[in-house]
Nanobody, 117 residues
Framework: QVQLVESGGGVVQPGGSLRLNCTAE????????VGWYRQAAGKERELVAT???????NYGDSVKGRFTISRDYGKKSVYLQMNSLKVEDTGVYYC???????????WGQGTQVTVSS
């Protein structure tokens, strides 16, 4: 079981920015694909962004051009820089880590992001 600790959520006005952080308690960080999903009230969980070892990234269509995912191997952390936030970005954001061989998802506890004027 991988423990993931998230931080950085909060309340922001439309057009604002937030940065989410997630630290993974793992031995070899490079063996994990990491990223973020989100879930709005009454909706299914959806992909926000992922980043593989080596830096390959994938983004959900609704966040392309506004969000940037990155990872720090020394800190075993993944970050999500969110710019030009919209009301529809509101939701609980979950960090995940998937071992490239075991293919099992591990989830963080979630952090609330609220975009509201």
């Amino acid at each position: 079981q991988v423990q993931l600790v998230e931080s950085g959520g909060g309340v922001v006005q439309p057009g604002g920015s937030l940065r989410l952080n997630c630290t993974a308690e793992v031995t070899i960080f490079s063996l994990y694909v990491v990223g973020w999903y989100r879930q709005a009230a009454g909706k299914e969980r959806e992909l926000v962004a992922t980043i593989a070892d080596g830096g390959g990234t994938n983004y959900g269509d609704s966040v392309k051009g506004r969000f940037t995912i990155s990872r720090d191997y020394g800190k075993k952390s993944v970050y999500l820089q969110m710019n030009s936030l919209k009301v529809e970005d509101t939701g609980v954001y979950y960090c995940y880590a998937m071992h490239i061989l075991e293919r099992q998802f591990n989830w963080g506890q979630g952090t609330q992001v609220t975009v509201s004027s």
